[in-house]
């Protein structure tokens, strides 16, 4: 991605090209160079920049390679390109005084000048070869595009020439990919092969199959002095790190080809350290910018070739918010405000370290901080005359939650490039590294859920099999269920009698639902007296059924003459019965 760009006045680059040999080159170690471990020889390209928008190298393209090109060296992209001496374009002498005079800010005009971009010419190379004509190509980036053909030729970086490389010559572009100041004359992608446009080979992919290179493996140093920027291909070069890299996987390199590694946090804290202050170990208080949550991960891509941060909109205004919060309590009289969408804070009102929050970004278990001086662009680099302005923006066009860390980040660390194990590290010049803020990962959230389930479940199973046994529990007043059940069986006993002949029938009759009288036996005259029976026995049982549920009910039965008397044992029971309904009331 390409965004950003202004241009300041040309600067050319020498490079030391020659060859060294080495004794040992696990120890070897000398600034400004690059060990290839089974070479023996050293490849770096130092790289210019211009106002710390953008950063370009030397390359050399065609045999022999006399044609050299300041190209900018992108990681958000995986083709090469260059100006072609064959393009379609307005051709001027100067870009400051010819700029306005051929309208090369029009969306129809394409302009070229020599004083700032330089052309490739194919028919001045032995090697080159014309790819079907079928074969055209196009590129588009966050601002600008370009269109051309393909070709194949030798490329020359470092000392290292790729043969037979494919690249595009652009006979159109969008102006925007232009500046007066900024001299380029094409980029070359180091992502790698499936983002190519044209699908083929990145230079590092092609040095690698035809063994100039052992691994796919560069590094990339960005610095806002002259001179102090690099591109090295090849191991790390310790000189531009402490302690240890820090890896972040590349997510999906073989679907996107792009640099993206998980963000897993930004944060801000008042002062230069980063510490978890829940476990009352005295930590530092901090504000999350972004949580990244499993459920909303957050990706960064790694892009020398933006000029800026980039985050979502959302998380960008929550940031310029919070940081107009911080700075209307500042009692040292910052002068901050925002414009249209840019935090400015006024040159002289304020120190930038002293009056804004420090911010964070998490990857690879560890924080790397950005101090108020490196995110805030100040003179020449700010946005406007007597303001300093965020090197951040927004942008929303990656996706939600998709990050660019650009050259804003970059300068600040060591970052290399490992396409064999696809893998992005990080490398800090400070003692001691950072750990980032634990958040929990999407595995252990899930095993969360699956505990619980275990335990809904066993906890559904426990309520189950008491609730049966509570379904099969004996009922605490059985007595007056036994009861009834002896009363029926007499009444039973008493109509089978009936239907023999047998005596007079005793009627019963109730002066309460509460007291149970039986009388002698009484002609009723016209009323039959089976039928007589059977009501006064379905009265009988009902009136029973009520008394089950009237604890302070007292019944007494008698006998009446026509039913005769009852045996020992049912006079047992009704006394052992009364006993246990009385020792019940009482409770």
């Known amino acids: 991605l390409f965004c950003n760009m ?28 690059f060990v290839l ?20 190298g030397s390359i050399a393209i065609g045999t022999p390679p006399t044609q050299y090109f300041d190209v900018v060296f992108d990681t958000g992209s995986a083709d090469l390109w260059i100006y072609s001496s064959y393009h379609t374009c307005v051709t001027a002498q100067s870009c400051t005084q010819d700029w306005n005079r051929n309208e090369c800010g029009g969306d129809d005009v394409c302009c070229f000048f020599d004083d700032v971009m330089s052309d490739y010419d194919h028919a001045l190379s032995s090697t080159y070869e014309r790819l079907s004509n079928t074969h055209e190509w196009g590129i588009t980036y966050g601002k600008g595009s370009a269109t051309g053909y393909l070709s194949r030729d030798s490329v020359t970086i470092g000392g290292l020439t790729a043969q037979g490389q494919i690249f595009a010559e652009a006979v159109q572009w969008s102006n925007v990919l232009i500046s007066c100041y900024e001299p380029m004359s094409g980029i070359l992608g180091f992502a790698m092969r499936a983002a190519s446009e044209d699908g083929s080979n990145t230079i590092i992919e092609t040095l690698h199959q035809q063994n100039a290179v052992s691994t796919k493996l ?31 996987n590349v997510i999906q390199p073989t679907v996107t080809g792009m640099w993206f590694t998980q963000l897993t946090g930004v944060i801000t804290t008042d002062d230069d350290t980063l510490n978890n202050d829940d476990d009352g170990g005295g930590g530092v208080a901090f504000e999350w910018m972004d949580e990244c949550l499993d459920s909303m991960p957050c990706l960064a891509l790694i892009d020398t070739g933006t000029s800026y941060i980039t985050m979502p909109s959302d998380v960008y205004d929550r940031l310029v918010q919070y940081l107009l919060s911080y700075t209307a309590g500042n009692t040292n009289g910052a002068n901050c405000i925002k414009y249209n969408t840019d935090f400015m804070c006024a040159t002289k009102s304020y120190d930038a370290n002293r009056d804004l ?23 020449e680099d700010s946005c406007a005359i007597g303001y300093d302005c965020m090197g951040i923006s927004s942008l929303d066009s990656m996706g939600e939650h998709t990050y660019i860390l650009g050259d804003t980040f970059l300068r600040q660390y060591y970052m290399v490039f490992d ?31 699956e505990v619980g389930s275990y335990i809904v479940g066993t906890l559904g199973v426990l309520m189950c099999i008491v609730a049966s046994l509570w379904k099969l529990r004996k009922p605490h007043n059985s007595w007056l269920w036994n009861r009834e059940q002896r009363i029926a069986k007499i009444s039973a006993e008493i109509l089978n009698e009936n239907d023999a002949g047998a005596g007079s029938i005793p009627t019963y009759h109730y002066d309460s639902v509460h007291e149970v009288h039986s009388h002698h036996g009484h002609d009723h005259g016209h009323n039959d007296y089976s039928s007589t029976l059977r009501q006064h026995r379905q009265t009988f049982l009902n009136t029973t059924m009520l008394n089950t549920t009237m604890l302070n009910t007292t019944t007494n039965l008698h006998t009446s003459d026509g039913l005769g008397d009852l045996d020992d044992d049912d006079v047992r029971d009704d006394e052992d019965e ?10």
């Open 6 to 33: 202004t241009f300041s006045e040309q600067r050319r680059v020498t490079i030391d090209l020659t060859r060294r040999s080495i004794e040992s080159p696990i120890e070897y170690t000398v600034a400004n160079t």
């Open 218 to 248: 560069f590094s990339v140093v960005l610095s806002d002095e002259d001179d102090a920027s690099k591109l090295i291909i090849g191991e790390p070069d310790s000189a531009y790190f402490k302690n240890e890299i820090v890896w972040g």
């Open 419 to 449: 396409e064999a194990n696809y893998r992005v590290g990080i490398g800090s010049m400070d003692d001691v590294l950072t750990s980032a803020i634990p958040r929990p990962s999407v595995r252990d959230f899930w095993s969360y859920i």
């Open 578 to 587: 009364m006993q246990h309904k009385h020792q019940y009331q009482e409770l």
């Open 37 to 56: 471990g089974n070479i023996g020889s050293s490849h770096s390209i130092e790289l210019s920049n211009s106002l710390d928008r953008i950063y370009t």
């Open 357 to 379: 929050p420090f911010l964070w970004f998490q990857i690879g278990g560890h924080a790397f901080k950005l101090a108020p001086t490196q995110y805030m662009l100040t003179g």
